[in-house]
């Protein structure tokens, strides 16, 4: 039972370009989501995250939309750099679990120079 | 400031035995989080330690059980190993004020790649 999906296992693009992540949930419970970036050989770090009170968030390069009538998010990276390429996790949580969170599969992104 | 630090980086192991990988949180965290990330897929949730006592556990048998210390270190210790447990292991850690029920930035470790065979 996967809770948070990401269908696309991979997505390649040119270097500024716009990267385009997306990720559905099927728990109506989750009120607050997040974007993990995981190099190889290294833990996954924080890159943005969103309240479900709101739909949109955005810091530098990286905008989080939220659409919780469809159960999706995504995550847009503008201009998209080589330094991006990685795997993007991302992960929901609700009020009563707090930061226990649920990731999805991951995406792993290729910016091509 | 150290970061979050995880020991051993690698583990071979064969199925029946016993394992203990050790997580040392950030300075000045209260709180680890444990992770199983299987080859191919997103981290999944194990068990949380807040101030010494499991607070959360997800989807995973009682043969995984958890340690936190008064230092806020912690260990996971998986008996009578599976196959299946071949897996990355991160941990992460936060400061939480009540119990862990917050939003808290985790940090993660680089993990324990636990190999059974």
């Known amino acids: 039972d996967q809770q948070v999906k990401q269908n696309s296992p991979s997505l390649s693009v040119q270097e500024g370009r716009i990267s385009i992540l997306n990720c559905d949930y099927t728990?109506?419970?989750?009120?607050?989501f997040l974007w993990y970036k995981k190099y190889p050989a290294e833990g996954p770090t924080f890159l943005i995250s969103?309240?479900?009170?709101?739909d949109k968030n955005e810091d530098g390069r990286f905008t989080v939309f939220l659409n919780k009538s469809a159960k999706h998010l995504s995550l847009h990276i503008v201009p998209s750099q080589p330094g991006d390429s990685a795997v993007y996790f991302c992960?929901?949580?609700?009020?009563?679990?707090?930061?226990?969170?649920?990731f999805g599969g991951g995406t792993r992104v290729l910016v091509k120079p | 400031e150290t970061g979050v630090t995880q020991s051993p980086t690698h583990l071979i192991k064969t199925r029946g035995q016993q394992v203990t990988l050790r997580c040392s949180s950030q300075?000045?965290?209260?709180?680890v989080s444990w992770y199983q990330q299987a080859l191919g897929q997103g981290p999944q949730f194990i068990f949380q330690?807040?101030?010494?006592?499991?607070?959360g556990r997800g989807n995973f048998p009682p043969r995984f059980s958890g340690l936190q210390f008064p230092n806020y270190s912690s260990e996971l210790n998986v008996n009578a190993l599976e196959l299946d447990d071949s897996a990355l292991y991160l941990c992460?850690?936060?400061?939480?004020?009540?119990?862990?029920?917050?939003?808290?930035?985790?940090?993660f470790g680089p993990g324990t790649r636990l190999t059974v065979l």
């Open positions: 300075s000045g965290h209260n709180t």
């Open positions: 330690y807040y101030r010494e006592e499991e607070n």
């Open positions: 992960a929901a949580s609700t009020k009563a679990a707090g930061n226990k969170l649920t």
């Open positions: 969103i309240s479900s009170i709101k």
């Open positions: 728990n109506s419970m989750f009120d607050y």
């Open positions: 992460a850690s936060s400061f939480e004020l009540a119990g862990g029920r917050s939003y808290n930035e985790q940090f």
